[in-house]
C-alpha cells in the first residue's frame, strides 16, 4: 500500500533508506561523531545527497548508560528537528524517541515520524501520532524496559511473538486515530532479543510482511551480525549488507542504517534480480 510518512508518500515499490543521525556523545556505532549539532546537521546534509528518504534523530543511545530525562532528550532533538526541518523540506524526519511528551515536542518542531524502539513503553505515544497526524514505528522487544539488555530471553517462537506484538501495536495505533497508511512495523532485531533471534527473525521475515503492514528493518552493525561472524562493531558492513539482501528478498519496506550508498546498491540489486525494478541499462551483447 501507499505508505505516509507525515507530509510525504511513497508508492508500494519504493524501498526506502532511513539515515541514523544520534544527538548522543556515546552511540554505539559513531562513538559520538554526530553529538555537536553542526556536526549532526553535516551528517544530516551528507545522507540526503547521498538519497536517503527519512533522518532518525536520536537523544538517547539504547543501551544503558547515563540517564536522560524528558528535559535533555528534548534539547538534544527539538531544536535540531526545527533546523532540519527548515534546512531540507523535503526529507522526512523522524525521531527515535519512546516518551509522549518528547514525541509532542518534536512534532511540534516538524517531524513526521515517531520511531518508537521500545514497542509502546509509553501508551500516549499513540495519540501524539494521531493529534499530530505523524507515522508511527511500532517495534517488538518482548516486553523489556527501556534502554536494558536482553538476558536469558527465550520466545516459544521469536517470530509468531514479533508478528503477534506488532500488529497488536498498529491496531492500537489505528484505534488512536493514527492514518492505516501510517503505521509501520519494525520485528526490531537485537531489542530483547538473542543473535538467534534476531537470525530466526532475518530469515523469517517474509512472514511479517504477510501481514500487509508495512515492515521496517534496523539491522546496520547490530551485534547479532557481529557474533554470527566474530566482528567487533567496525568490522560488521559486509554481514550487515548480507543481512539487508535478505530482508529486501523478503519485502521489507524502510532500512534504518549507517551506510547509505552501500545499502541502497544491494537493496536494488535484490530488486532487479526479482524484476522488482528494471536494470538502469542493459545492452550487453545487443550492440
Known amino acids: 500500500m501507499t505508505l505516509r510518512l507525515g507530509r510525504h508518500s511513497f508508492a508500494d515499490d519504493r524501498r526506502l533508506m532511513m539515515a541514523i543521525v544520534n544527538r548522543t556523545p556515546d552511540s554505539f556505532y559513531d562513538k559520538g561523531a554526530t553529538w555537536s549539532e553542526d556536526k549532526a546537521f553535516d551528517r544530516v546534509s551528507e545522507v540526503v545527497e547521498q538519497g536517503a528518504e527519512i533522518i532518525d534523530i536520536g537523544g538517547i543511545k539504547a543501551a544503558p548508560g547515563e540517564e536522560i530525562d524528558v528535559e535533555e532528550e528534548q534539547r538534544r532533538t527539538v531544536g535540531f528537528v526545527e533546523r532540519v526541518r527548515a534546512a531540507h523540506p523535503d526529507v522526512v524526519i523522524s525521531v527515535d524517541t519512546w516518551r509522549a511528551p518528547v514525541g509532542r515536542a518534536v512534532c ?20 501524539v501520532a494521531a493529534e499530530y497526524d505523524a507515522a508511527i514505528i511500532c517495534t517488538h522487544t518482548g516486553g523489556v524496559t527501556p534502554r536494558t539488555r536482553p538476558h536469558r530471553i527465550e520466545y516459544a517462537d521469536v517470530v509468531a511473538s514479533a508478528i503477534a506484538d506488532t500488529t497488536a501495536y498498529a491496531d ?7 492514518a492505516r497508511e501510517s503505521i509501520v512495523i519494525d520485528p526490531a532485531h537485537d531489542f530483547g532479543k538473542t543473535t538467534r533471534d534476531s537470525l530466526d527473525l532475518t530469515r523469517r521475515l517474509d512472514e511479517m510482511v504477510a501481514t500487509g503492514w508495512p515492515v521496517l528493518v534496523s539491522l546496520s552493525n547490530k551485534d547479532f551480525v557481529g557474533e554470527s561472524l566474530d566482528l567487533p562493531v567496525g568490522e560488521r558492513l559486509t554481514g550487515t549488507l548480507a543481512a539487508s539482501a535478505i530482508a529486501a528478498m523478503h ?21 532487479v534480480i526479482f524484476q ?8 550487453r551483447g545487443l550492440a
Open 251 to 271: 519485502g521489507a519496506r524502510i532500512f534504518r542504517v549507517h551506510e547509505v550508498v552501500e545499502t541502497r546498491q544491494v537493496v536494488d540489486m535484490v530488486d
Open 276 to 283: 522488482r525494478r528494471a536494470p538502469r541499462r542493459a545492452i
Open 108 to 127: 511540534e518542531a516538524g517531524a513526521d515520524v515517531l520511531n518508537d524502539a521500545w514497542g509502546g513503553a509509553d501508551p500516549a505515544l499513540v495519540d
Open 172 to 178: 492500537r495505533a489505528l484505534a488512536a486515530g493514527v
